[in-house]
């Protein structure tokens, strides 16, 4: 068989095509673009403050079978501790991130950073993926909380890849109360920004909603599939 | 498997499927169940017509403006070094999908669950490469592969057609020594498939929505798998329908929470994922990402009346209310689109002659069409496609037309119609129930009785008597010509006086 071409050729005959069956025009979106008939995704659960959204967001992440914790910066690492202890962790992945400071878990970090396991920048894929899959629990950062679905967000970056939120069977998210929002739609407005803007530069966007699950057998739920068996979201009060 | 499942008459389709008493029960349990899950969620979020306008708006807006959403996407995912292939058929899309994977010297890969993979047919194409391993990672995908690659049964639960027994003994065929839990079971699963996802070098996914502003792509999953194939393999390839495109992130946005709500009654799926080619810095991700663009029939819809089926998101909230569904499941449409999205879907991808069936398999409650969270008029296009069928290219050659002619002589002259009226009820009651119909249920359904008598007569009724009686009509003193001629109009009241 011929070889199959892309490029310009394979693509004006595909959309030129389209333009011909459905009878419109080409290249007339920017007399058209894409404006919502109403705000809704913004108006919902609109108004909230930061300790109302926290409260919001603990009962949606533990009806999605969250672990649910709230803390300071300064009681964070003794969470961080009874958390590896309660798991019996043998193997722990650890991000390469400045986070460390600004959560105040230098020392921490400094602590358990011969022992761990981390994602680095300059590893390489064969690396970095050994380590995700060999570790049993992993703690990370999240960038936001979504309040109404319990959901925490992760832009991919060089010290915590897509797999670091996958392969291990245990993992823990530390997010800031400050960054705990009202729904998808106020975080998707920050990366949508951030990226047009230059400002994050990624691959990967990961909305993580819980642990993984299935229904498939019996539409009985498992919980724990081919993603993390458990999840546990701490909410740092950073403000 | 392609977009037919089965080469089996409708009618046999229907018969095996009214048999399986356990796939009936399985079905109507999701269905309710389901219902509750996804008529709450629908409720929490509050305003939900208001959400289906703004879903309805997003679709139909890019449908409208395919070419250039398609355009700017292609645009996009190549500046960021990806490749674009638009495939005009299933056959182009599979072959150009094996081109890749024998340029890429590929020996395992792994698959997240994708309508579109099947309906391009696409694991028989890539099975036919000398010494390559193709695994489906989804796990109900993963049961139906080796189950001897059984058809799915639903477009968001492929294994509601099978229970934890049978699913059980696939298992030890794998060397599984377990007992039936579902919980056990898929843990055997996540071990059999981790070892697959380490070695794999190839990764092919579907596509919830194309972001055309960025290039990125949008996955809604439970299990994680589909992020393994994304995060794994040096090679992704992404197969996408053309329609499946959105201007931004924030639509894809908008419509992951309509899609999780709809499907699966979640707020959210476990992972929904906005992803594209590894960028630098980054160590794991696809270093060549692959998106391929399918046509397949769909462009046969546009500029139709049948373009609102583009709008479609896949959520399946239609088969889930759906009481053809209900009695004949997925494997009684013989496409890998059932239910009322595929009856409409179906025939316009690949005509009448395979699938002129699916639009009467439909009692036209309207239910898909109320509960379709991007407002297709699902019910009208059945009628539509059957309207196309009877009056323009006349698919029927039962005796309709006949019937029909014979009603209008009847009903057009005084004298026969005079006739029916006066001998009409001796004449049927030999078809008829005997039993006098007190209730609405014994009305309705008797004993089929017309059905149970020889051919021709059952083949004359088409199926309307199979499960009721056909009701007598009124004896001639009876009906209402007479009851008319016998009471005198009463002039009515205008301004009637109050009562005391």
């Given amino acids: ?239 | 498997m392609g977009l037919q499942t089965t080469e089996k008459p409708f009618l046999e389709r229907v018969e095996e499927a009214k048999k399986d008493k356990f796939m009936q029960g399985s079905v109507a349990k999701a269905q309710d169940a389901q219902l509750i899950k996804r008529e709450d969620a629908r409720a929490q979020l509050g305003h939900w017509q208001q959400w289906r306008e703004l879903g309805e708006q997003i679709r139909k807006e890019t449908v409208r403006y395919l070419p250039d959403y398609l355009e700017e996407f292609a645009d996009n995912v190549e500046k960021q070094g990806g490749h674009v292939f638009f495939a005009k058929d299933d056959k182009e899309a599979a072959a150009f999908i094996r081109q890749v994977a024998v340029e890429k010297k590929a020996k395992n890969i792994v698959k997240s669950k994708s309508m579109v993979t099947a309906e391009i047919g696409l694991n028989k194409q890539l099975l036919s490469i000398p010494g390559v391993s193709l695994m489906e990672t989804d796990l109900a995908e993963f049961i139906l592969q080796e189950d001897d690659w059984d058809e799915p049964t639903h477009i968001v639960f492929p294994t509601l057609h099978k229970n934890r027994t049978q699913i059980q003994k696939i298992f030890q065929k794998l060397g599984y020594k377990g007992d039936n839990d579902p919980s056990t079971m898929a843990k055997f699963a996540r071990k059999y498939l981790r070892n697959k996802f380490i070695h794999a070098d190839l990764g092919i996914t579907g596509c919830n929505f194309a972001i055309a502003d960025n290039g990125m792509i949008n996955l809604v999953t439970n299990e994680g798998n589909a992020d393994l194939c994304m995060a794994i393999p040096k090679t992704q390839v992404v197969v996408m329908g053309m329609e499946r495109i959105v201007p931004s992130l924030k639509e894809a946005e908008t419509l992951d929470n309509m899609l999780s709500r709809s499907a699966v009654g979640q707020k959210l799926t476990s992972y929904c994922t906005f992803c594209g080619k590894k960028q630098d810095g980054e160590s794991d991700g696809p270093d060549d990402f692959y998106v391929v663009i399918v046509d397949n029939g769909r462009s046969k819809a546009l500029g139709t009346v049948f373009e609102p089926v583009l709008q479609c998101i896949r959520c399946g909230a239609c088969l889930n209310v759906c009481p053809i569904y209900r009695h004949i499941g997925g494997h009684g449409y013989g496409s890998i689109y059932p239910g009322p999205i595929g009856a409409v879907l179906s025939p316009i991808l690949d005509g009448y002659e395979k699938f002129g069936d699916l639009p009467f398999a439909s009692s036209l409650c309207a239910a898909c069409t109320e509960t379709c969270p991007v407002k297709i008029p699902l019910h009208h296009l059945l009628i539509e496609h059957r309207r196309i069928m009877m009056d323009k290219i006349h698919t029927d050659h039962t005796f309709t037309n006949q019937i029909m002619k014979i009603i209008g002589v009847g009903t057009g002259s005084p004298f026969l119609f005079k006739s029916v009226l006066r001998f009409g009820h001796v004449g049927l009651n030999v078809l008829t129930t005997k039993k006098p119909a007190n209730t609405v249920s014994g009305f309705l359904y008797q004993q089929g009785r017309v059905g149970k008598v020889n051919p021709p007569l059952p083949k004359l009724m088409l199926g309307w008597t199979d499960l009721r009686d056909l009701p007598n009509v009124s004896k001639k003193h009876q009906n209402f010509r007479s009851w008319f001629g016998k009471h005198t109009p009463v002039k009515a009241v205008a301004h009637p006086q109050p009562l005391k």
Avoid: C
């Fill in chain 1, 1 to 239: 068989m011929e070889k199959l071409q892309m490029g310009k050729a394979n693509r004006e005959a595909f959309l030129n095509h389209l333009a011909q069956k459905s009878g419109r025009p080409r290249h007339q979106l920017k007399d058209h673009p894409f404006k919502p008939i109403n705000d809704l995704p913004h108006t919902t659960l609109a108004g909230h403050s930061q300790d109302e959204l926290l409260d919001i967001a603990e009962k949606n992440s533990t009806a999605v079978h969250v672990d649910f914790r709230t803390t300071t910066k300064d009681g964070l690492a003794d969470v961080l501790n009874q958390y590896l202890d309660a798991k019996h962790t043998q193997n722990l992945l650890l991000p390469t991130t400045d986070q460390w400071q600004h959560f105040a878990l230098a020392n921490w970090f400094n602590d358990h950073q011969s022992s761990a396991m981390l994602w680095q920048p300059d590893a390489t894929r064969a690396e970095n993926l050994d380590r995700a899959e060999k570790a049993d629990v992993a703690i990370g950062f999240a960038d936001y909380l979504l309040a109404e679905s319990g959901t925490i967000t992760v832009a991919t970056r060089p010290g915590q890849g897509r797999a670091f939120n996958f392969l291990p069977q245990h993992y823990l998210s530390i997010i800031p109360k400050s960054r705990i929002v009202a729904r998808s739609t106020q975080a998707m407005d920050h990366y949508d920004a951030d990226i047009k803007a230059g400002r994050l530069k990624t691959s990967n966007i990961n909305f993580i909603t819980g642990p993984s699950n299935s229904g498939d057998i019996e539409m009985v739920l498992v919980v724990g599939v081919h993603g993390p068996l458990d999840m546990t979201y701490v909410v740092v009060n950073d403000l």
